[in-house]
């Protein structure tokens, strides 16, 4: 904010470009202040931020009627500028004085018959300008109202459990990934439990049924011979591969692959393929905590971060796989 306050005062003349970031620098010191206050007002009611984005928009169309403008007055060879909405037609004047009626800038003035060269950074046509600015509200609009739909595109990808083989229960989550593959085993939609994410330790090989996940199922009624683990895969393309591939050799069509709704987007990009290719279906079934709301996902520290991350993680994913 001071940044951009400092640069409407005593820039040089730069076409209006200065104040232009200047008055960007302001507002977006403000917006940070408002923003996460106008978001829990607001919670699921995003479409009032279109007012915002069109106002943007209109104010971009005549903001080069706003900025900096020279006064008469030079000092420490250069000029200070007023911000005014009144601005005169035509070119600016420059003309500039001293008490020895001398210019205390170095420019001289141009040969007879020469036209003087336009001020620096005004050589852009004034409808370029104005058609960046509007790109730029555009884009700086549609990100703020993507960013808050965020969390319902991520979890869009989620199915209705149905019947199939097996239930994949992938590792990295908490306890909500193991209890909803407990009440799709119970409800009957598969007799077999798949536990991701087993790590070995450094210290010698991990016996996977002294794991808490093993415990806790055994400890609600889910057999041992019904459990079976990963102990390979390092990543979420890593099981869908490897798990896709035991299915295959098993003689399995279906697997129920549980895991927390912001990471089913990402279970999509690569358990399509890896089932395409052996010919195998998937079900995305998404854990149910009470802290996640989709449309107010920026409001929990930990899901903040958590979606954060898997926006990140796609990109990745989009470029490697």
């Given at each position: 904010s001071y940044t951009g306050l400092g640069v409407l005062g005593e820039g040089y003349w730069n076409g209006g470009w200065l104040?232009?970031?200047?008055?960007?620098?302001?507002?977006?010191?403000?917006?940070?202040?408002?923003?996460?206050?106008?978001?829990?007002?607001?919670?699921?009611?995003?479409?009032?931020?279109?007012?915002?984005?069109?106002?943007?928009?209109?104010?971009?169309?005549?903001?080069?009627?706003?900025?900096?403008?020279?006064?008469?007055?030079?000092?420490?060879?250069?000029?200070?500028?007023?911000?005014?909405?009144?601005?005169?037609?035509?070119?600016?004047?420059?003309?500039v004085s001293s008490r020895e009626d001398k210019p205390l800038t170095s420019r001289r003035p141009p040969p007879p018959g020469r036209p003087d060269h336009p001020p620096r950074g005004s050589r852009m046509n004034p409808q370029t300008r104005k058609i960046w600015i509007v790109l730029f509200a555009v884009l700086s609009g549609g990100g703020l109202l993507g960013i808050l739909h965020a969390g319902e595109w991520l979890s869009a990808t989620q199915d209705v459990p149905a019947p199939g083989d097996v239930i994949v229960a992938l590792g990295g989550g908490g306890l909500e990934r193991v209890d909803q593959a407990l009440r799709l085993y119970h409800n009957g939609y598969a007799r077999r439990i798949l536990l991701t994410g087993i790590r070995h330790e450094a210290a010698g090989p991990v016996d996977p049924a002294a794991q808490w996940q093993s415990k806790y199922l055994f400890e609600r009624g889910v057999p041992v011979t019904a459990l079976m683990y990963d102990e390979v895969s390092k990543n979420t393309y890593e099981e869908a591969a490897n798990t896709a591939r035991y299915m295959k050799i098993q003689g399995w069509k279906t697997a129920l692959v549980v895991s927390d709704p912001p990471h089913l987007r990402r279970l999509a990009m690569v358990w399509g393929p890896a089932c395409a290719q052996h010919g195998l279906e998937y079900r995305l079934v998404a854990t149910e905590p009470s802290t996640w709301h989709a449309t107010g996902w920026w409001r929990d520290k930990v899901w903040a971060k958590f979606v954060g991350m898997e926006l990140l993680k796609l990109s990745y994913y989009a470029i490697v796989y």
């Open positions: 104040g232009v970031v200047g008055v960007g620098m302001v507002l977006g010191f403000l917006f940070s202040i408002i923003g996460p206050f106008s978001l829990r007002v607001l919670e699921s009611r995003q479409f009032i931020f279109l007012p915002i984005v069109f106002g943007g928009i209109l104010m971009g169309l005549r903001i080069d009627d706003w900025f900096v403008r020279p006064t008469s007055a030079c000092r420490s060879n250069f000029c200070s500028y007023s911000l005014g909405f009144a601005m005169s037609s035509g070119p600016p004047s420059w003309e």
